[in-house]
C-alpha cells in the first residue's frame, strides 16, 4: 500500500501545481478591477494614463495613452467569458500622433474584430485646429487635457 501512496501524492502536487500555472498563463481574472489593474501593470502606466473607458455593443472598452512609448494610444478590451471571470486584450494597433511640421498626423480609423467574433471600428485624433464633431454619423469624444478625440462603434457590416 506504501509503493501506490508515494506515487500518488507526487501525482496530486504535480497536477495541482500545473493547474496554477495554466491560470498564470491564461491571464484570467475574478473581477473587473483585477483585469483592469493587471492590464495597467502589463503595460506600465497608471489610471491617470486612461483617457476613456468606453462600453460599446455589450462590451468594455479601455482607451488609454502610454508616455513610455512615445505618447502611444491604444485601444484595450476586458472581456468577460461564459465563466465569469476577466481578460485584458490589446486589441488593434498602437498610434502615435506626430503633430512636428514635418510629419502631422491628425486622426486614424481601424478596425479590429474581439476573440468573441465581433468587430469594432475605432477612430482617433489629435488636432487641436479643424476638430471634427462626428465621424461616419457617430459623435466623437474629447479628452481636453490631452487634445484628442476618438470614437468606438460595433460595425454590423455582414
Known sequence: MKKFYLPFLMVIILVGCRTNKTIETNKTFLTYKSALEYGLQEEGITKDDIID????GGEQFIIFINP???????????????NGTYT???VGSRVV????????????KGEFQLLSGKKFNVYLGMDET???????????????????????SENTDL
Do not use: C, Q
Open 53 to 56: 473607458e468606453v462600453k460599446v
Open 68 to 82: 513610455n512609448l512615445g505618447d502611444s494610444i491604444a485601444t484595450a478590451n476586458i472581456n468577460v467569458d461564459k
Open 88 to 90: 485584458w486584450n490589446l
Open 97 to 108: 500622433f506626430s503633430m512636428s511640421l514635418d510629419h502631422h498626423t491628425p486622426s486614424t
Open 130 to 152: 479643424n476638430l471634427p464633431s462626428m465621424v461616419n454619423g457617430e459623435e466623437l469624444k474629447y479628452d481636453k487635457k490631452r487634445k484628442i478625440y476618438y470614437n468606438i
